[in-house]
């Protein structure tokens, strides 16, 4: 796919915007080395896990957002240019080129030749001049739209998440604990780009709403307890009435050391991670049941999803709220009677037009729906992964308050 991009971008930006010589020469080894920064980038942090390798792969993850952009508008702008090139095929075909004679000396003899010759009335641009012109009008525009649109997308990624404020209604409440308010946040990525600023913020932020719960929902860092610890400390200052409580993504299984570190991390800093496993939270005497599973990514090391430990035997009468990473996960609720998941995972898409593509693995892209029954709130994350770029997909917290 990179290759077949690349090739494309070369064929739109380079080959049709540039005559034969040095400069496409020049231009198309700086392309195969752009092509590079994205290999490294994709590859990097998994082979240098460290700030290094997360350094390295900065550029790389800019051109992949700089490139995608590229290709979307190029492909969008594939049927003007189509167009705008008939009409100027249509053009010379209605110019007739009169055929002067032109004496031609040959063999000491005066002979002619017949040499077209293109006239207008006007300026006339030649035809070669033409297609160049219309080639790299279309390559500005892209590059114009590619990166005002990265641009606007790493603004929005380094900038303040949205509050995003949801009622959830539970037939189930006790009507004692309606407005009970659960601050729900995931996907915060931590790793060296972010810096420690990016948790500060997010847990000011969390603590501005004065909830009663906060769920951290998967996804917390992009490295290990040596690498990002620092980064992670602002965590033991979240406030809430009942205490914060965590669940794996999968990037916690991507980690050198595996989730085991950083479950045992979080519970110094006083966030208790859910195995598994559920609680009861009592509130104003009424009663809820709050559960956590591990992300489908613990699988294969026997560290996955346990819907039975974690709801079975349960007070059926209460509700209950599941913490899951994936939404996808709500598949294997059935039967459990989950009243409501709270689930990551999918950034939103991150980046128009990927919020189409989500629908294919995930139930829900973001917000609240309803799957089989039960219903499931999809946070777009605070934090991002990849490319340092969000459009279309602001970063997120919410704040769920639920209802009878």
Do not use: C
């Not at 290709?71 to 075909?93: C, D, F, M, N, W």
């Not at 979080?266 to 208790?272: C, E, F, K, P, W």
């Not at 598949?331 to 950034?347: K, R």
């Amino acid at each position: 796919m990179i290759v077949g991009v690349h090739y494309y971008l070369w064929r739109r930006l380079i080959r049709g915007t540039t005559l034969p010589g040095r400069g496409r020469r020049l231009l198309t080894w700086g392309l195969v080395g752009l092509a590079g920064l994205l290999v490294v980038a994709l590859i990097g942090t998994r082979v240098i896990p460290s700030e290094a390798g997360h350094t390295l792969a900065w550029p790389g993850y800019l051109w992949m957002a700089v490139m995608f952009y590229l290709a979307v508008i190029l492909i969008a702008l594939e049927i003007p240019r189509a167009i705008a090139l008939g009409v100027l095929r249509r053009q010379e075909r209605r110019q007739p080129s009169p055929v002067i004679a032109v004496p031609v000396a040959a063999g000491g003899a005066v002979a002619t030749q017949d040499v077209e010759v293109v006239l207008n009335e006007g300026p006339v641009l030649p035809r070669l001049d033409r297609r160049l012109f219309l080639a790299r009008t279309v390559a500005t525009v892209a590059g114009v739209g590619a990166i005002s649109t990265v641009g606007y997308g790493v603004r929005t990624a380094f900038g303040d998440p949205v509050i995003e404020r949801v009622p959830v209604r539970i037939a189930r409440l006790d009507p004692r604990m309606s407005g009970f308010r659960i601050a729900v946040v995931s996907d915060i990525h931590l790793g060296p780009l972010t810096g420690i600023k990016h948790t500060e913020r997010i847990v000011r932020m969390i603590n501005g709403l004065e909830a009663d719960l906060v769920a951290i929902v998967g996804d917390l860092v992009d490295g290990t307890v040596a690498e990002l610890g620092p980064i992670a400390r602002p965590l033991q200052n979240l406030e809430s009435r009942y205490g914060s409580y965590f669940v794996t993504g999968n990037h916690e299984y991507y980690t050198a050391n595996g989730p085991q570190e950083w479950i045992d991390e979080l519970n110094i800093l006083g966030v208790r991670s859910l195995r598994n496993e559920r609680v009861e939270i009592q509130h104003a005497g009424g009663t809820l049941d709050l559960a956590g599973v591990n992300d489908i990514n613990g699988t294969p090391i026997d560290d996955g999803p346990n819907m039975a430990d974690a709801l079975s035997g349960r007070d059926t009468t209460r509700p209950v709220v599941l913490l899951s990473h994936q939404p996808v996960q709500v598949y294997d609720t059935a039967g459990y009677g989950v009243d409501l998941q709270l689930s990551g995972h999918t950034h939103g898409g991150q980046m128009v037009p990927f919020n189409l593509i989500v629908p294919l693995q995930q139930p829900i892209v973001q917000g609240l729906g309803v799957v089989d029954g039960t219903q499931v709130y999809v946070t777009r994350g605070a934090g991002f992964w990849g490319p340092p770029v969000r459009v279309g997909a602001p970063p997120e917290i919410a704040l769920i308050e639920l209802r009878t």
